[in-house]
């Protein structure tokens, strides 16, 4: 009795001293999915700004700024919804929603930047140009928002 009274002793110490596991790859492939939903539906809105905007002032890189920032309006709103949910809450919300802002920021130098290339540079057709950088943009503020500002609590 008191061997099994060690080994269960050796057991919860060894599970108090495990860090905490990671979310499983279902949970991890579930969240990007809901990633992408939240930014298809952001996405849908700065092309309808987009769009009509650059045919109206023919202006496409600062149509794709005006247009990208009434889409991370939404995204930020919709990403604490539907997807890391209670994920950084632990930050308090102004600095939860100015992490959010500032790797905004950086999507906004990529996706002009990208835009403006493919525009001026590659000779595109600005929406194609556009489609380029919105695809950049989701790789790199996916894997900057999960891993820096949507962070739980360790």
């Not at 005006?66 to 102004?94: P, W």
Request: glycine share 6%.
């Amino acid at each position: 009795m008191d061997t099994l009274n060690r080994t269960a002793d050796v057991t919860e110490a060894a599970a108090l001293s495990e860090p905490p596991s990671k979310p499983d790859r279902s949970a991890r492939l579930r969240r990007l999915l809901r990633y992408t939903g939240v930014n298809l539906t952001s996405l849908t809105l700065d092309y309808a700004i987009f769009l009509p905007l650059t045919h109206a002032t023919d202006l496409p890189v600062l149509s794709s700024i005006v247009a990208y920032i009434a889409a991370l309006a939404l995204n930020y709103r919709l990403s604490r919804l539907y997807v890391f949910g209670d994920d950084g809450g632990h930050k308090g919300e102004k600095r939860l929603f100015a992490q959010f802002m500032a790797t905004g920021l950086l999507g906004l130098v990529l996706t002009a930047a990208v835009t403006g290339l493919g525009i001026y540079w590659l000779a595109l057709k600005p929406a194609i140009a556009k489609t380029i950088a919105v695809l950049i943009c989701f790789v790199v503020l996916y894997i900057v928002r999960s891993r820096l500002v949507f962070t739980p609590v360790d």
